[in-house]
């Protein structure tokens, strides 16, 4: 994927072992045609890459006369801003980077910057290493420190080819993304392999090996207080920091979006400018399909149905467990299967995340409703798991409110390996629900005031009337303007009348116990050399398999279980790795 590799040794290596340990970590990596790789070498210690797509041409590498060298992973939204509000000229979001880390005169700026990305820095006069990211930690990096020194990758399994590293997956990492389909916070798969936590910024002697670590933003430092009271004025001021938000990411060309039933990619498409063309993924009678459909034709935009069937959405996913280290449930790949025929069309995919669990305050909870949270919206059985849940009461005690916590916890853990799937067909991600100046808004209007979509659904209406009036929504089948009391009424007569109910975009249950999916799970999962009896010794599996084979859903935690062990083949077997050996799967 477009990202970083390289390491930094406490010795001296000849430059002969500085590339071949450099081409070691880049091994496993998966880099989509039409990208370049952009080495930067500097003996005797450190040795660095980017790869970036060809379309690409922000510069992604830096190096000067006062011992400065860089790579930087992402996009910074407001540099030209803060270079105006500073009197600052620099050209190139990386040449920002580097003076705002390490020119003690410019650091004030580093909690202001508005983007998703992660940096490192080499200051060869200093001999340090700085690896530094965005304010929410959304665009991963992951490093590992070793007695022979440092090493940095935007995915785990670069680590794989490191001398003396040697792959362990702990049995409490294992029952933490059985029980909550996410591992716990800043945690790989690896042991001694960590994500940089958000808004870090890390700092490595190169001579002695020592690591200072600093947290240069927090949501404490936004204030909770309103600027404005007038309902009218808080509907006017979130659309006009929403659209700004969109139109501050936008480029001319290249850009489009995944395009569902709900309100989140909705809203993002009525505020992009133009017709960017769009994509939605589903069974092609299924009322998301529709809806989808019919959001785009209000700006005559190229709509791509992407067919999602019991026949074709398997087969690339096991591909893509490898692509995203085993992070994704592969039952939330959803849209994998058609990534390369997106990757002709755009180069950047706008996608909703943050719309409906923070704007329309859907994963938002007063601090005393932790548990009635992960029971009831996020359908977590952990009274097994006391360690599963001490890892996530750990996570919101660190985070001190639910808006930090789904940010830092949720979003980093889950939600972003979706979107971040795209990399490895060459299409970016864009987030513009995570704006600085919308998150600080958002964050600071009571709960009261969010809760059940009522600021967000009244923004959308008066904001976009042409997308939300008349045109339904997915979650109820009737346009955002009905009362929650019509809605109820319709779904009543609809009821009595005994209509049809609406088909839905995916029906994972009925396609697991079906072929191609019911045989592969139970030659996987229910061999007696199965890797997943190794880290679960009370393995459940079996039961759930049996219940669910018998009408229950247990899709979701069976996705886990399967995700996991084809993980570890990937990793300790070197199978399945690539869509030629899936093949062998299905043959």
């Given at each position: 994927m477009p990202g970083l590799a390289g390491f930094t040794s406490l010795q001296n290596l000849s430059p002969q072992e500085l590339d071949t340990r450099l081409q070691a970590l880049k091994r496993n990596m998966i880099v989509p045609p039409h990208h370049t790789d952009h080495e930067i070498l500097f003996g005797p210690q450190t040795a660095g890459t980017h790869f970036g797509p060809e379309w690409q041409s922000r510069p992604s590498v830096y190096q000067n006369q006062k011992g400065l060298i860089a790579w930087l992973d992402g996009t910074l939204y407001n540099r030209k801003i803060l270079c105006e509000q500073n009197s600052w000229s620099f050209e190139s979001d990386i040449e920002f980077i580097v003076s705002v880390v390490t020119n003690p005169d410019h650091q004030r700026a580093l909690n202001k910057i508005d983007g998703l990305f992660a940096a490192v820095i080499l200051d060869t006069h200093r001999n340090q290493l700085h690896i530094v990211n965005d304010r929410y930690g959304l665009r991963p990096l992951y490093w590992h420190v070793a007695p022979e020194g440092l090493a940095w990758a935007s995915e785990p399994k670069a680590f794989l080819h490191l001398p003396h590293f040697s792959p362990s997956i702990s049995k409490d990492t294992a029952t933490t993304f059985l029980t909550t389909g996410q591992l716990p916070p800043n945690q790989t798969w690896f042991e001694g392999v960590l994500q940089v936590p958000p808004a870090t910024h890390l700092t490595y002697n190169t001579r002695t090996g020592t690591l200072t670590k600093e947290r240069y933003w927090w949501w404490d430092q936004l204030s909770s207080?309103?600027?404005?009271?007038?309902?009218?004025?808080?509907?006017?001021?979130?659309?006009?920091?929403?659209?700004?938000?969109?139109?501050?990411?936008?480029?001319?060309?290249?850009?489009?979006?995944?395009?569902?039933?709900?309100?989140?990619?909705?809203?993002?498409?009525?505020?992009?400018?133009?017709?960017?063309?769009?994509?939605?993924?589903?069974?092609?009678?299924?009322?998301?399909?529709?809806?989808?459909?019919?959001?785009?034709?209000?700006?005559?935009?190229?709509?791509?149905?992407?067919?999602?069937?019991?026949?074709?959405?398997?087969?690339?996913?096991?591909?893509?467990?490898?692509?995203?280290?085993?992070?994704?449930?592969?039952?939330?790949?959803?849209?994998?299967?058609?990534?390369?025929?997106?990757?002709?069309?755009?180069?950047?995919?706008?996608?909703?995340?943050?719309?409906?669990?923070?704007?329309?305050?859907?994963?938002?909870?007063?601090?005393?409703?932790?548990?009635?949270?992960?029971?009831?919206?996020?359908?977590?059985?952990?009274?097994?798991?006391?360690?599963a849940h001490q890892h996530i009461e750990k996570s919101f005690q660190n985070a001190r409110s639910a808006h930090a916590f789904y940010v830092d916890w949720r979003m980093r853990g889950f939600t972003i390996h979706g979107p971040r799937m795209g990399l490895f067909v060459g299409v970016d991600y864009c987030l513009p629900f995570l704006d600085n100046a919308l998150q600080e808004f958002l964050f600071g209007l009571p709960l009261s005031i969010k809760q059940d979509n009522r600021l967000y659904r009244q923004m959308l209406l008066r904001t976009f009337p042409t997308y939300f009036q008349d045109i339904p929504w997915a979650k109820t089948g009737k346009p955002l303007n009905w009362s929650k009391w019509a809605v109820r009424s319709a779904k009543a007569i609809q009821k009595f009348q005994k209509k049809p109910s609406r088909l839905p975009s995916t029906n994972y249950p009925d396609w697991l116990r079906e072929a191609p999916a019911k045989k592969l799970i139970e030659t996987l999962l229910n061999a007696p050399t199965a890797h997943i009896h190794n880290v679960v010794p009370s393995n459940p599996f079996a039961r759930l398999w049996s219940e669910h084979l018998a009408g229950k859903d247990h899709s979701d935690i069976i996705g886990r279980y399967l995700t996991l062990e084809l993980y570890m083949r990937q990793v300790f077997d070197h199978q399945y790795r690539t869509s030629k050996t899936v093949q062998t799967l299905f043959t």
């Open positions: 207080r309103l600027s404005k009271t007038n309902k009218d004025d808080l509907i006017r001021e979130f659309g006009r920091l929403f659209q700004e938000a969109v139109v501050n990411r936008s480029e001319p060309t290249g850009q489009g979006l995944m395009l569902s039933g709900g309100l989140d990619s909705r809203a993002v498409f009525a505020a992009l400018p133009g017709a960017p063309p769009t994509f939605t993924f589903g069974q092609t009678e299924s009322e998301e399909v529709r809806i989808a459909t019919d959001v785009a034709s209000v700006k005559l935009a190229t709509h791509t149905l992407l067919p999602l069937n019991q026949g074709n959405w398997l087969e690339p996913r096991i591909e893509a467990v490898w692509w995203t280290d085993g992070a994704l449930n592969l039952m939330h790949m959803h849209g994998v299967e058609h990534f390369e025929t997106i990757g002709q069309t755009i180069n950047t995919c706008f996608n909703g995340a943050g719309g409906d669990g923070l704007a329309g305050a859907g994963h938002l909870f007063e601090p005393h409703q932790l548990n009635h949270y992960l029971s009831q919206d996020l359908h977590l059985e952990l009274e097994d798991h006391p360690d």
